[in-house]
């Protein structure tokens, strides 16, 4: 977003009968229906320039453009929504769809907020202000839980929580946010037995990792029983060793960073089994310890990619670290280029981090700020929202002591220990100006959809890049009009390609650049090459070659090979023969293989005497296949039985 103009807008009401109607003016029409209405077109010369571009509308109400070279506004300064009490000392949130999860480490409560409307969060399981009376356990406002929960993570509708005054990790059935119901346990302090003062908790799939600060360890449950979670990493009863003090944990497909904020480290773990976690980059090649050096007391962590980011609550910086190579963190960030040390400068005391596309956002506990940067170049953030235009340093204002933020869609939702607060703030401040069907002016928030992260309706006229976003669509299947070309390129990630579910043919086939047969599945999981009706799991219409790298033969020198299935029924006198026509031209054959059941559960091939009675041949003969019973008694037990035959031939 660049060259934003103020639009002062001067009407003069003219003497002619008409022209001003309740306040209204009008030009070109005596019949106006809005404060100015304006029969024709509008020319704002302030806002001249080459092209066309888009206006949108600023927060004080004058116009500015989006700029098309850059689709991403650069004055996404969060602005607050709205606010809600909380209990006592809330220390975690997470957002699931349109509620809000917080827990609450001076009351002990886990509350549950409906945020559809973010500027008036409504507490969905209460019946009070959390911060009221009662003592340590006070306050009807939330459902109670075990001692000093640190952290919350939710998936579906399974809320997971960690307690680290009891060292337990509760599950929560909150299909009804109103009434979360605890199913690992009978009792509010019940649950399943952690490592040492947990502080983090994060789900993926049907893993819950927990990071115990006291312990200095790494633990994952299964819970595809949430009723029963089990620890699999238990080859040391507390799980797997971390550096000292874990305290945060961002997890990406099967692997696990860890940030520990005594040691000041960096640990990124391979979980690809999860019984036994591995770490890829010790201080020692090989070893069990160590990682990554980070800035003083890391607090935080979160992954979009191959970049991790972490906020240092000593340090008082934000840095963003390649990790590509997971052996070998780099970071991108430096105080001197090329350094291995400091990092971008954010408010005091930085708590927590969450991550929205191209956004980092990053609350403050000691300044009580929401800082918004731009890591589109990780490299370089820039801090989005400073107190001065252009400055390094400030952020938009909080409650007293934030301590973690989370991010759904346009709103980031921040905790504040000290206020006992839960706040909304919105992070995208671009304000598009949409038509209405009369042609009146309109800002266009649930209108249209410019283009930024996603296409909208208009034309693209450069690549799709969707920044790690996934290709969705909540109207079902993303559907395809014409074929996606890849060209000469392929269809892959910096690590697994993960679907997330079944990649759906239908009726189509995979084909090549400009083919019509290719690959098809039926939904019985038959493979079909060159047929769209496959009979087998492995239905192969046309031919077969096969040749081994390390005896590649010259190029035209492997046939194509195909097969002829036939069956016959052997002679029924010894010593006499069958003639079969097979319809092949000779030359072509490479082999005969035949298999006479003889009824006693053999299944003999030619030539064969280890059994008495069994002895038949089988040859060419003038272009055709000769079975011919062996004399006498050789041949008892193949008389008159059935004979499997198959054809070897080049096409």
Not at 11 to 27: D, I, K, M, S
Not at 105 to 129: E, M
Not at 131 to 157: D, K, Q
């Amino acid at each position: 977003m660049k060259n934003y103009y103020s639009l002062l807008l001067v009407a003069f009401a003219l003497a002619a009968p008409g022209v001003a109607v309740a306040q209204n003016v009008g030009v070109g029409t005596t019949a106006p229906t809005q404060k100015l209405d304006v029969n024709g077109s509008l020319r704002v010369r302030g806002l001249s320039g080459e092209g066309a571009r888009l206006p949108q509308v600023l927060p004080d109400g004058t116009l500015g453009l989006l700029d098309n070279a850059d689709s991403s506004p650069t004055g996404t300064a969060p602005n607050q929504l709205g606010s809600a009490a909380t209990g006592q000392g809330p220390v975690a949130v997470a957002v699931n769809g349109a509620t809000a999860y917080v827990v609450n480490n001076g009351n002990n409560t886990l509350q549950t907020f409906d945020v559809s409307n973010p500027a008036n969060p409504v507490l969905l399981n209460g019946t009070g202000p959390g911060t009221g009376g009662g003592g340590l356990n006070g306050g009807t406002a939330g459902t109670l839980i075990g001692a000093g929960p640190s952290g919350v993570a939710v998936r579906g509708t399974t809320a997971y929580v960690v307690n680290a005054d009891d060292d337990i990790l509760q599950v929560f059935n909150v299909g009804n946010p109103a009434q979360p119901t605890l199913l690992n346990g009978a009792a509010r302090d019940a649950g399943t037995r952690t490592g040492s003062s947990p502080s983090a908790v994060a789900v993926s799939g049907t893993y819950v990792y927990v990071l115990n600060n006291g312990g200095n360890t790494l633990q994952i449950f299964d819970v595809s029983n949430p009723a029963s979670p089990t620890l699999v990493n238990n080859a040391s009863p507390m799980g797997t060793r971390t550096d000292i003090r874990p305290a945060a944990l961002a997890v990406s497909g099967s692997t696990v960073y860890v940030v520990n904020n005594s040691s000041n480290t960096l640990q990124v773990f391979d979980v690809s089994n999860p019984a036994a976690p591995r770490l890829l980059n010790p201080a020692t090649a090989g070893g069990t310890t160590g990682g990554t050096a980070t800035g003083n007391t890391p607090r935080g962590v979160a992954v979009s990619g191959s970049t991790v980011y972490v906020v240092n609550d000593g340090g008082r910086t934000l840095q963003a670290f390649d990790v590509s190579n997971p052996a070998a963190p780099r970071l991108l960030n430096p105080a001197t280029a090329g350094g291995t040390t400091g990092g971008t400068a954010t408010g005091n005391r930085p708590a927590g981090i969450a991550l929205n596309g191209s956004r980092a956002y990053v609350v403050n506990s000691f300044s009580s700020t929401l800082q918004a940067f731009d890591v589109s170049n990780p490299a370089a953030p820039f801090l989005l929202n400073p107190t001065t235009a252009g400055g390094t340093t400030g952020g938009t204002a909080t409650g007293q002591e934030p301590r973690a933020v989370a991010v759904s869609g346009t709103t980031a939702f921040v905790v504040n220990y000290a206020a006992n607060t839960l706040q909304t703030f919105r992070i995208n401040s671009l304000r598009a100006l949409g038509l209405l069907a009369d042609g009146s002016l309109a800002v266009a928030d649930d209108i249209i959809t410019l283009p930024g992260d996603n296409l909208g309706s208009h034309t693209a006229t450069r690549p799709l890049n969707l920044n790690g976003f996934a290709l969705t669509s909540s109207a079902g299947p993303v559907t395809l009009t014409a074929d996606l070309s890849l060209g000469a390129r392929l269809l892959r990630g910096t690590s697994a390609v993960n679907l997330g579910s079944n990649l759906n043919l239908g009726t189509n086939q995979l084909v090549g650049n400009g083919g019509s047969q290719g690959l098809s599945i039926d939904n019985a999981g038959n493979a079909g090459l060159g047929t769209g009706t496959p009979n087998a799991k492995l239905d192969v219409n046309g031919y077969l070659r096969v040749a081994g790298a390390s005896d590649a033969p010259t190029a035209g020198t492997v046939p194509s090979v195909a097969f002829l299935k036939l069956t016959a029924t052997m002679p029924t006198t010894a010593g006499t023969q069958i003639v079969l026509d097979h319809g092949l031209t000779v030359s072509k054959i490479l082999g005969l293989q035949v298999l006479v059941d003889c009824g006693n559960g053999n299944h003999s091939p030619p030539s064969f005497t280890d059994n008495a009675g069994e002895l038949y041949y089988a040859y060419f003969n003038n272009g055709r296949v000769v079975l011919r019973a062996g004399a006498g008694s050789t041949s008892t037990s193949v008389l008159g039985k059935t004979a499997r035959i198959l054809i070897t031939y080049e096409q």
